[in-house]
């Protein structure tokens, strides 16, 4: 399959009202990422695949987010803890293959219920205020990465389990930032490297992802700067309510508000 886009895709893209959602959404999700870590996938998956479908949203998203977070993994390499991020993301990178499969064979409006479903889960976990206080073992670490693999090859949500675990955790939310931005970093070159393999990358949504990054590029610069001096708990909440509600709009029921 050629994934390169030629002039004509540009211009078709362009010349689509759905871009125009797609790089708002793209912008939001931008800010939400640079001030917590995560939350970019959360908010840009569900919505675009309402918008275009779950194929594109995937493809483009996981292209716009390796290529512009690698300043971002950079800085926060140093804050990590790597004890716990490569662990994670070995096993992740186990099963991620086997997502890639499930997004190239399952019916797109059943792997958008999915989505909205696994990103309201995770959501109602985090606000119940659980918290996994035991130190992490090598069993839990690896189902935790098995599960990231298998929901980030088929939507690249690799995310929710391991939110879920770090977040969750005692863990200050420096840290926990830091640990998400590298580990999605390294996760997002399997997927990337997965779905070149797979021939899930096409003209079209490689032309969305060209044309998104600068602005993307700017709204993580200007999240990465309020997270400065924010309160945890202004952390947590911001965070959680562009979650639930990009989750909630997602939901093939309001497709008459997207489409």
């Known amino acids: 399959m050629n994934f390169f886009p030629e002039s004509s895709h540009f211009a078709a893209v362009l010349a689509d009202p759905r871009f125009y959602a797609t790089l708002a959404i793209a912008i939001l999700s931008g800010v939400v990422r640079g001030f917590s870590g995560f939350g970019s996938a959360l908010i840009f998956i569900p919505l675009v695949s309402a918008v275009y479908e779950p194929k594109i949203a995937a493809a483009s998203f996981v292209l716009i987010d390796f290529f512009c977070t690698i300043p971002l993994g950079i800085r926060a390499y140093p804050s990590c803890n790597r004890r716990a991020v490569f662990p994670l993301a070995i096993a992740t ?25 696994l990103v309201l889960g995770l959501l109602a976990v ?101 997270f400065h001096g924010a309160a945890e708990i202004t952390y947590r909440r911001v965070a959680y309510a562009i979650v639930a509600v990009a989750a909630l709009v997602s939901l093939p029921l309001f497709d008459g508000l997207v489409r």
């Open 93 to 117: 990178a186990l099963t991620i293959p086997l997502g890639a499969m499930i997004l190239r064979w399952v019916e797109p409006v059943w792997l958008r219920w999915f989505i909205a479903i």
């Open 126 to 226: 985090l606000i119940s205020g659980w918290r996994y206080r035991k130190k992490p073992s090598p069993p839990l670490t690896s189902g935790v990465g098995l599960a990231c693999g298998i929901s980030g090859g088929a939507t690249t949500l690799t995310g929710p389990f391991a939110i879920v675990y770090w977040l969750g955790s005692a863990s200050g939310p420096a840290t926990v930032r830091a640990n998400l931005i590298v580990f999605f970093l390294l996760t997002d070159a399997i997927v990337v490297a997965t779905y070149l393999v797979q021939g899930l990358f096409a003209a079209e949504p490689t032309a969305l992802a060209l044309l998104i990054p600068l602005p993307f590029l700017a709204a993580l610069t200007f999240g990465a700067r309020l």
